[in-house]
T-cell receptor, first 113, second 107 residues
Framework: SQTIHQWPATLVQPVGSPLSLECTVEGTSNPNLYWYRQAAGRGLQLLFYSVGIGQISSEVPQNLSASRPQDRQFILSSKKLLLSDSGFYLCAWGTGRGTDTQYFGPGTRLTVL | KQEVTQIPAALSVPEGENLVLNCSFT??????LQWFRQDPGKGLTSLLLIQSSQREQTSGRLNASLDKSSGRSTLYIAASQPGDSATYLC??????FGAGTRLTVKP
C-alpha cells in the first residue's frame, strides 16, 4: 500500500531563517507530487506540482521553492522565511491519470515569528 | 466524522448551458467551505472560498452558495465553456474533500 510521509510535523522558525520541508512517498512509482499551503483563515492553495524528477511547476509567485531530487521525494524550501509563510503545509501525491485522486500527507505546521 | 458528498459524480452538458454542482456535508460546524477545480495531471486550483459568515461568493461566471443549516453548498457555472471541463471538488475543514464532479462541456 502507498504511504506518504512529511516532516517535521511542527516547526517554529524566526523570520529570515531558511526552511526545508520534506515529503516522501512509498509504495508507488513516478507519482505526481504536490505542495499545498493552508494559511489561517484561508483555504487550501496549490504551491507547486511535479510530474517527474527535476520537473517543477509553480502555481503562485512566492518566497518558496521546490525540488524533486528523487522520484518519490519532494522538498519545499526557502532561503529566508517571511511572517506570511506561516501556515499548514501539505504534500500530496497522485497517479496523474483520470481524475487523479490525491492523497495527502499529515502536514507540517509552520510558525514564523 | 465529517462526510462530504458531491452529486452528480459526472455531468456532460453542451456549451452555453448554465449548470449547478452540489456538495453536502454532515457536520454543519464548519468555518469555511472551498471549491476547487482539478485538471487531469495537475493539482487542485482554488476557485472560491466561502467563510461561514457568508452565504455566497462570486468570481466571474462562478457563484458558490453556502447553507450551513442544511449542510449544503452549490457551485453555479453560468454560460459553460469547453474550457470549464474538469473535475470540481468541494472541501471543508479539516481537509475533507468530496469525491468530485467530473464536468464535460461539449463544443
Amino acid at each position: 500500500s502507498q504511504t506518504i510521509h512529511q516532516w517535521p510535523a511542527t516547526l517554529v522558525q524566526p523570520v529570515g531563517s531558511p526552511l526545508s520541508l520534506e515529503c516522501t512517498v512509498e509504495g508507488t512509482s513516478n507519482p505526481n507530487l504536490y505542495w499545498y499551503r493552508q494559511a489561517a483563515g484561508r483555504g487550501l492553495q496549490l504551491l507547486f506540482y511535479s510530474v517527474g524528477i527535476g520537473q517543477i511547476s509553480s502555481e503562485v509567485p512566492q518566497n518558496l521553492s521546490a525540488s524533486r531530487p528523487q522520484d518519490r521525494q519532494f522538498i519545499l524550501s526557502s532561503k529566508k522565511l517571511l511572517l506570511s509563510d506561516s501556515g499548514f503545509y501539505l504534500c500530496a501525491w497522485g497517479t496523474g491519470r483520470g481524475t487523479d485522486t490525491q492523497y495527502f500527507g499529515p502536514g507540517t505546521r509552520l510558525t514564523v515569528l | 466524522k465529517q462526510e462530504v458528498t458531491q452529486i452528480p459524480a459526472a455531468l456532460s452538458v453542451p456549451e452555453g448551458e448554465n449548470l449547478v454542482l452540489n456538495c453536502s456535508f454532515t457536520d454543519s460546524a464548519i468555518y469555511n467551505l472551498q471549491w476547487f477545480r482539478q485538471d487531469p495531471g495537475k493539482g487542485l486550483t482554488s476557485l472560491l472560498l466561502i467563510q461561514s459568515s457568508q452565504r455566497e461568493q462570486t468570481s466571474g461566471r462562478l457563484n458558490a452558495s453556502l447553507d450551513k443549516s442544511s449542510g449544503r453548498s452549490t457551485l453555479y457555472i453560468a454560460a459553460s465553456q469547453p474550457g470549464d471541463s474538469a473535475t470540481y471538488l468541494c472541501a471543508v475543514p479539516d481537509m475533507r474533500f468530496g469525491a468530485g464532479t467530473r464536468l464535460t462541456v461539449k463544443p
